[in-house]
């Protein structure tokens, strides 16, 4: 049995799309659907059964009677880089992902779970996964903050060679749709193209980027799972790596691949950066991915325009935003 927490949302039902897709349908599902459209992540997919994620933490002791467990992948948080809700993060992000690593750890079970790119906090630090370098972090917002200390607590604990943790940078791709301001550009792109034939974007406030020149490692989302499969056969495999493409690329060039996608012709306009996020915006990240390849991981990664391209074509303009096992 595999244990998806945040299974219904954009990265942990992709996971179960992939399981699905090499036959492996003996999941559990915990989330909390609550009256989101995430739902409809699940439609399609094959798990064993879905459990509200505070019912699961309250009742971990029951698993021992539905057999043996293979792994423990968390993805369940709350990933809004805008919540204020401090105490929140630290039992939801924090807290919940201790008590999840634990109980992997009990049953000798793999344990994968999500940190973030958001740790690196402005990147004035870079991008360096190592372990060496980790208590000098400064997230810029709790969010960040919420997964470093997990982070943190997994080094106090000895325990980074024994779990895999992940990085993400800026996954895009289907499964996304429910995320509201959190969805990808490439998402909210689509959209306003779609009725209005152009798309916005931030204009740069430091002098040393112009407009839409700001750079992101854009990551589709096929490939981060691929990631995922691959540590999940490797238990051996510990510590917490970057995911993304290694590539920085900029707001404009994701504009244009867009658009193309599209087969429209671009058309960009530039509008102020909100003065609540201004201080806190990343005008850069890229995840150096030395450490991933130093374990062994084969797996590429596609460039932005061909995870756009696939992600617009087969997803988007054919009125379906999620993965299925049928597809």
Known sequence: ?????????????????????QGYTDIVV?????TSMKWRNLVGLSYLRYAHKDAFLANLHTLDQEGSIEAVIHMGACSSTTETDCDYLMRNN????????????????????????????????????????????????????????????????KL??????????????????????????????????????????????????????????FVYIKDCVRVMDWLLKRPDVGGIF??????????????????????????IEYVDMPESIRDKYQYYTCADLTKLAGRGCDVGFGSLEEGVQDYVHNYLMRGSAHLTSRY
């Not at 940078?169 to 289907?174: A, S, Y």
Request: with cysteine; aromatic share 12%.
């Open 160 to 217: 980074l060679d024994k779990v895999a943790g992940l990085k993400f940078f800026n996954v895009f791709g289907p499964n996304e749709y429910h995320k509201g301001d959190m969805k990808s550009v490439v998402c909210k792109a689509f959209a306003q193209i779609s009725q209005t034939g152009r798309l916005q974007l931030f204009r740069s406030h430091r002098p040393d980027y112009a407009d839409g020149e700001q750079r992101r490692d």
């Open 30 to 34: 915990v989330d909390n659907l609550s």
């Open 94 to 157: 924090l807290e919940y992902s201790k008590a999840m690593c634990r109980f992997a750890q009990m049953h000798g079970a793999r344990f994968i779970h999500a940190s973030s790119a958001a740790t690196y906090g402005d990147g004035s630090r870079g991008f360096d996964d190592a372990d060496e370098v980790m208590d000098a972090l400064q997230p810029m917002n709790m969010y960040g903050y919420s997964k470093h200390l997990f982070d943190l607590w997994l080094a106090r604990e």
């Open 1 to 21: 049995m595999i244990i998806i927490t945040g299974g219904a949302g954009f990265i942990g039902s992709a996971m179960v799309w992939e399981l699905n897709r």
């Open 242 to 267: 970057n995911v993304g493409t290694g590539q920085a690329r900029t707001w404009n060039d994701l504009a244009r691949a867009v658009f193309a996608a599209m087969g429209r012709e671009p058309r």
